[in-house]
């Protein structure tokens, strides 16, 4: 089954690879980019989760949540971004993991603060997934494809990825495992392919939220 992305959603995957290229130029990567990306769109997406209609309360320390962060600008903002990676890698739970060992790969202050200022524009908890991983799995072929990485030998093309779980035909209420997941693109597929060939009710809502997936 094909999808089609809506205008606003090809604009937002468009300026967020347009941009990695420009961050190309002073030696950031895909893969440092996808890195970054991950952890700002973490903290972007959990400031949504604590404002309404959400009203999460999340582990966040309030001196390194999102809005640290869209206040700050030049030296002052670099300086603070190292430090919350830092802090943020040492607090207990999944938040440490997170954040373990993260480091600032984005050496020009004005060029961090696009990037804020470009993901701080959107509503990211409301994009579907076939969005956002678009934005993923886009940035890691494009990795994948760089002969100076080495990373084509570890990434399978989503087309790829598609076509083998259209013949695997997964089902609701059936574990998924994948021993080397790497990015969890065969996830993502599975969990795309059983959302729209299916009429999930809330038993299966909750079973492919909670017990589906298992890999390594």
Not at 37 to 53: C, G, Q, V
Not at 64 to 69: D, F, K, Q
Not at 92 to 115: H, R, V, W
Request: glycine share 8%; aromatic share 12%; charged share 25%.
């Amino acid at each position: 089954m094909e999808y089609k992305l809506d205008n606003n959603s090809a604009s937002i995957i468009s300026k967020v690879w347009s941009f990695c290229n420009t961050l190309r130029d002073d030696g950031v990567g895909y893969g440092d980019y996808l890195e970054q990306l991950t952890y700002l769109l973490f903290l972007k997406m959990a400031d949504e989760y604590s404002k309404p209609p959400y009203n999460r309360r999340l582990p966040v320390p309030k001196e390194y949540n999102w809005e640290s962060l869209v206040s700050k600008r030049g030296a002052d903002l670099e300086l603070h971004y190292s430090i919350l990676l830092r802090e943020l890698g040492q607090q207990k739970g999944i938040l440490g993991q997170i954040f373990t060992k993260s480091q600032n790969k984005i050496q020009d202050p004005a060029k961090l603060y696009k990037l804020i200022d470009m993901i701080d524009l959107e509503s990211w908890v409301v994009m579907g997934a076939d969005v956002k991983g678009d934005i993923s799995e886009g940035l890691l072929e494009k990795n994948a494809e760089d002969t100076k990485s080495g990373a084509g030998q570890y990434f399978t093309p989503r087309a790829l990825i598609k076509a083998m779980v259209e013949c695997i035909r997964p089902e609701p209420m059936k574990t998924i495992a994948d021993p080397a997941c790497g990015t969890g693109g065969f996830f993502l597929a599975a969990y795309d392919y059983i959302v729209k060939n299916t009429q999930l009710d809330r038993a299966q809502n909750q079973f492919l939220k909670f017990k589906t997936f298992y890999g390594e």
